[in-house]
T-cell receptor, first 115, second 116 residues
C-alpha cells in the first residue's frame, strides 16, 4: 500500500495562468475525491469520481475548474485563469466501499499560491 | 445545510493532562463519523471512525470517541496526552441522504498544543 500521492506538492503561479494537479489513488480504490483547504478551515468537498464517472460537483467548483479521471485510475484537477482566491491546499482522497462503510485516505496535498 | 461544529479552535495542555475535543453535527439521518489528525508537516491521517454498533470507538495512539446520537455529538478523548499529540484535529461526517455520495463534511479543526 503506497498511499495516495499528489503532484506537484507546491505550485506558485501568476494570476491568469492555468494549472493542473495530479492525484494517484490507492490502487484498488474506486472512489476518488478532491477537497480544498484554506488556512484555519477544514477541507471542503469539491468533486468526486466513482471509477471514471464524475458523480457530484460542489457549487465551490466554478466553471474555471475541471476534473477528470479518464481510466478510473489517476485524476487531474485543472484550474483555468487562476485568481488569487484560488490559493489553497488541494487535497485528494481515495476510498473503496466496504461492507459497513467508506473510509477515505488522503494524499499530502498540493499547495497552490497565486500571485 | 449539513454542518460540523468543533467547539474549541485552540487547546493548550500540559503533558499527562486529559483531553476532550467537542464535535457536533447537524444532520439527523444515517451518519458515519470520523476524526482525522494532521501532525505538523504531515498529511491528514485517520484517527478513528464510527460506522455502527458500539458507540464508543477506539482509535490509534490511545484516542477514543463516543457517539451520542441524541446529542448529535462525537467527542474525542484521550486520558493522558503526550507532547507528540501536538497536531490539528478534524471531526468529519458523511451523511447518507438521497444520494450515495461519501463526501466528508469537516469541522473547522482544533489545534492542540501539548507543552512538555
Amino acid at each position: 500500500d503506497t498511499g495516495v500521492s499528489q503532484d506537484p506538492r507546491h505550485k506558485i503561479t501568476k494570476r491568469g495562468q492555468n494549472v493542473t494537479f495530479r492525484c494517484d489513488p490507492i490502487s484498488e480504490h474506486n472512489r476518488l475525491y478532491w477537497y480544498r483547504q484554506t488556512l484555519g478551515q477544514g477541507p471542503e468537498f469539491l468533486t468526486y469520481f466513482q471509477n471514471e464517472a464524475q458523480l457530484e460537483k460542489s457549487r465551490l467548483l466554478s466553471d474555471r475548474f475541471s476534473a477528470e479521471r479518464p481510466k478510473g485510475s489517476f485524476s487531474t484537477l485543472e484550474i483555468q485563469r487562476t485568481e488569487q482566491g484560488d490559493s489553497a491546499m488541494y487535497l485528494c482522497a481515495s476510498s473503496s466501499i466496504g461492507r459497513v462503510g467508506e473510509t477515505q485516505y488522503f494524499g499530502p496535498g498540493t499547495r497552490l499560491l497565486v500571485l | 445545510a449539513q454542518s460540523v461544529s468543533q467547539h474549541n479552535h485552540h487547546v493548550i495542555l500540559s503533558e499527562a493532562a486529559s483531553l476532550e475535543l467537542g464535535c457536533n453535527y447537524s444532520y439527523g439521518g444515517t451518519v458515519n463519523l470520523f476524526w482525522y489528525v494532521q501532525y505538523p508537516g504531515q498529511h491528514l491521517q485517520l484517527l478513528l471512525k464510527y460506522f455502527s454498533g458500539d458507540p464508543l470507538v477506539k482509535g490509534i495512539k490511545g484516542f477514543e470517541a463516543e457517539f451520542i446520537k441524541s446529542k448529535f455529538s462525537f467527542n474525542l478523548r484521550k486520558p493522558s496526552v503526550q507532547w507528540s499529540d501536538t497536531a490539528e484535529y478534524f471531526c468529519a461526517v458523511i451523511s447518507y441522504g438521497s444520494s450515495n455520495t461519501g463526501k466528508l463534511i469537516f469541522g473547522q479543526g482544533t489545534t492542540l498544543q501539548v507543552k512538555p
